[in-house]
């Protein structure tokens, strides 16, 4: 269904173009291969990946943290009494709730991942937009498409590829001028090992004392002139 919408999608996308494109001259270029050409891009993608490491190193060494409660309490219960057990299961579900705060606070929806590769990427992005809007208006383009966008392209003749005016445009042209993005290399971060936005992870790992803690719990090509 939604292969279709995209179909459908594309084809008015054309039908709406095609009177102006008649008028006007288009093209297209591949942003992805130009911010993998970016060696500000690229360095911005190496401190996220790190940033993202040891926030969830952080968050790893405060399971573990919690493991050891929980552990301890199992083996101390015994000896324990009422609001001695009370209070040593209030500790671990402290724990385990804070843990998950600041999971979210990291990796959540707006989270410091998320704002901190706005702030690290953003100016490089804009740079680009700007480089590829002053080619079309070098080359009165009235349209520009995006390679590496969402829209599907299922065949681009490479007389309408400007992506290399672009990279001129930023200095950074080579002899090896429009080949092939490496797809997925520059996109984005590499996934932390807690997914963002999850708030059932800890638990896995570290499972919180109930009423009856003692109970069993799964543990866890060409260019144009």
Not at 68 to 73: F, M, P, Q, S
Not at 89 to 96: A, C, N, R, T, W
Not at 205 to 210: E, L, M, R, S, Y
Not at 214 to 220: E, F, I, K, L, W
């Amino acid at each position: 269904m939604n292969k279709l919408l995209t179909w459908m999608l594309a084809a008015l996308l054309l039908c709406a173009v095609a009177p102006v494109a008649q008028a006007q001259k288009f093209g297209y270029v591949d942003s992805e291969f130009i911010m993998g050409k970016m060696p500000a891009y690229t360095q911005a993608q190496q401190e996220l990946n790190t940033l993202s490491a040891n926030w969830q190193k952080d968050i790893e060494s405060q399971k573990k943290d919690l493991d050891k409660l929980y552990r301890n309490y199992q083996a101390e219960e015994v000896v324990l009494t009422e609001p001695m057990k009370k209070k040593r299961q209030d500790e671990i579900l402290k724990k385990e709730q804070d843990i998950k705060a600041y999971q979210n606070k990291i990796f959540g929806f707006e989270g410091q991942l998320f704002k901190k590769r706005q702030e690290l990427t953003k100016p490089v992005q804009d740079q680009v937009f700007e480089a590829i809007e002053k080619v079309a208006k070098k080359k009165q383009l009235g349209i520009v498409f995006d390679k590496s966008g969402d829209l599907t392209m299922l065949y681009t003749n490479p007389v309408h590829d400007y992506t290399e005016f672009v990279l001129e445009e930023l200095g950074l042209a080579s002899p090896e001028r429009n080949q092939p993005a490496q797809k997925g290399a520059v996109k984005s971060v590499s996934t932390p090992q807690t997914p963002a936005g999850s708030t059932d992870a800890v638990a896995e790992d570290a499972p919180a004392p109930t009423k009856t803690p003692t109970r069993t719990t799964t543990r866890p090509a060409t260019r144009k002139n």
